[in-house]
Each structure stands twice: as structure tokens, then as C-alpha cells.
């Protein structure tokens, strides 16, 4: 089955500065990677996505790129704020998986004033 | 809109007893999965369902199932539990059943087996 890798699991970074969160999956076939953002106790939450046929894709200070050659693909926050401060977590799906989102084990986020 | 919505928002189970657990998916929406979030980690997928029939089911013991009914909303239900299902269970609908249809999450049920 698919395997998502996510890293780091942790990282600090101060408010303005930018944030890179990388994944890696292992099934060539799957098509669909979603982002989402979990605060504390609260539901995961869908920040931005990417399909296989764009390498690219940016919504404001958030973007994603992603790599199919070498399964690999990445989230990038510019100009962090303290409320970007979250658990992040990168997902990989495709038919052979049954529709699944396969997860990756999600990064910390905190960003400091 | 009404988002996905999931009930109860809390439970506390002895081990060996059974649980079920509710989700309505937002309006229209045909698909519903479940997923089992152990504190730290991420989701990992137990079940989809769409159109009432099972599609997908994760790496998860005959003491998980599942059904969804007419009106789409849908039932987790778990047997003989162990204190290793203690978890937040989420459920997250969507429109249908291809791979880029995003998935939106319900608040989950966090299970807690003693």
C-alpha cells in the first residue's frame, strides 16, 4: 500500500519567516495530495491541495509543489504568523488505495512573535 | 452550510464493550469514510462508504464496521474493544467517490477505553 514519509516532525520558526513541510510517497499511481492544518482539538482541516497534472499550485502565502518523478511534494507558508501555528499533515490518495487519504504523521508548527 | 457532524463528542468504554459512533455528512455529499487518529500521528483510513455500499476499507480487524444509510449518514461501530482503540475518530464526507474529491472532516468522537 501507499506510504507517506513527512518531515520534519517538528519545526520553530519565527513570525515572518518562511516554513517548508516535504513528503514523500511511495505508490507512482497516486494522483490527489491534499494539505491540512489541525489546531488543538479541533478538526483537520483542508488548506490547500495538488493534482498530478500541476507541479505547482499557491493560494496566497501558502503554496505546494510537487515532484511526481521523484514522489515527492512540498507545502510552503511565507510570512508566518503566530495562528499558523498547527499540526500539518500531507496525504497522498489514488484508486488503488481505495479512495483513502494515506496520511503522513504530521509536523509541528510553531511560530514565535 | 452545516459542516460534517459527528456524535457523541466523547466517550468512555471499559474494555470488551462495543461502541457506536455517528456522523452526518454535509448536504449532498454521498461519500463517507472513517478514519482512527491515535494521539500524535495521523489519520489512518478505516472505511469508505458511498452510496451505501462499502469501497474502501483500511488494515483494521473484523471488530470495525461500518454502514451508511439512506440519507448518506453513516455508523461506526466497534466490538470487544481494546484499550489500544482509544482514539479520536473522525469521520470526513465528500461529494463522491473519486480520489480528488476533497474530503472534509467532521470534529470527531474521542474515544477513551479504560
Known amino acids: 500500500g501507499e506510504n507517506v514519509e513527512q518531515h520534519p516532525s517538528t519545526l520553530s520558526v519565527q513570525e515572518g519567516d518562511s516554513a517548508v513541510i516535504k513528503c514523500t510517497y511511495s505508490d507512482s499511481a497516486s494522483n490527489y495530495f491534499p494539505w491540512y492544518k489541525q489546531e488543538l482539538g479541533k478538526r483537520p482541516q483542508l488548506i490547500i491541495d495538488?493534482?498530478?497534472?500541476?507541479g505547482e499550485k499557491k493560494d496566497q502565502r501558502i503554496a505546494v509543489t510537487l515532484n511526481k518523478t521523484a514522489k515527492h511534494f512540498s507545502l510552503h507558508i511565507t510570512e508566518t504568523q503566530p495562528e499558523d501555528s498547527a499540526v500539518y499533515f500531507c496525504a497522498a490518495s489514488n484508486s488503488n488505495s481505495g479512495y483513502a487519504l494515506n496520511f503522513g504523521k504530521g509536523t509541528s508548527l510553531l511560530v514565535t512573535p | 452550510d452545516a459542516g460534517v457532524t459527528q456524535s457523541p463528542t466523547h466517550l468512555i468504554k471499559t474494555r470488551g464493550q462495543q461502541v457506536t459512533l455517528r456522523c452526518s455528512p454535509i448536504s449532498g455529499h454521498k461519500s463517507v469514510s472513517w478514519y482512527q487518529q491515535v494521539l500524535g500521528q495521523g489519520p489512518q483510513f478505516i472505511f469508505q462508504y458511498y452510496e451505501k455500499e462499502e469501497r474502501g476499507r483500511g488494515n483494521f480487524p473484523d471488530r470495525f464496521s461500518a454502514r451508511q444509510f439512506p440519507n448518506y449518514s453513516s455508523e461506526l461501530n466497534v466490538n470487544a474493544l481494546l484499550l489500544g482503540d482509544s482514539a479520536l475518530y473522525l469521520c470526513?464526507?465528500?461529494?463522491?467517490?473519486?480520489?480528488?474529491?476533497?474530503?472534509?472532516f467532521g470534529p470527531g468522537t474521542r474515544l477513551t477505553v479504560l
Open positions: 495538488i493534482r498530478s497534472n500541476v
Open positions: 470526513a464526507s465528500s461529494l463522491g467517490l473519486a480520489t480528488t474529491d476533497t474530503q472534509y
